[in-house]
């Protein structure tokens, strides 16, 4: 993932990051070079149970002490919840909320995302299955609505880790 993005900058920037995106658009890597190089701490975060309310445990998340970057977060609730669900477990309102905890925290979501078969080479690659390729179109397209949606009030930098190459403020 050399050279994919000047790491430098934003971490430098911030103190909060949270990276986001479909399965295979590397987020874990992004994540894991982020602790490495500049001392992050890394929160994996899966999907949380049911029973559990997603604003708490993410409110939660980000009242931790230092400099934090998450490897997902609640925007995939927003992206994978209605496409298999049949609907998100967080409502805008809650997810504007987190939001702004982010950026309070002098924070940036970073949204990753490649091409639908680069998307599911990687996938097949590291799980040896992937979702069709329309399922990862829909998928993409989603997470775009998604970070378009919250660009109007938060910073979001979109990456196309396809090839490699910069950050762009969406």
Known sequence: MAGLMNTEEIAAAHRTIVIEGCDGARKST???RLAR???FTVIHCPR???SVSLLQRYLGVL???GRLVLDRSFISELA????YRGGSRITWDEARTLAKAVVNRDGVFLHLTA???VIQTRLLNRDKEAPLP???AALLAAYQTVFATLAESVPVMT???TVGGRPSTA
């Open 30 to 32: 992004l994540a894991t």
């Open 37 to 39: 190089e500049h001392g």
């Open 48 to 50: 949380t149970p049911d």
């Open 63 to 65: 009242a931790r002490p």
């Open 80 to 83: 994978y919840g209605p496409l």
């Open 115 to 117: 091409s639908t078969a």
């Open 134 to 136: 329309e399922e990862i």
């Open 159 to 161: 990456l196309d880790t």
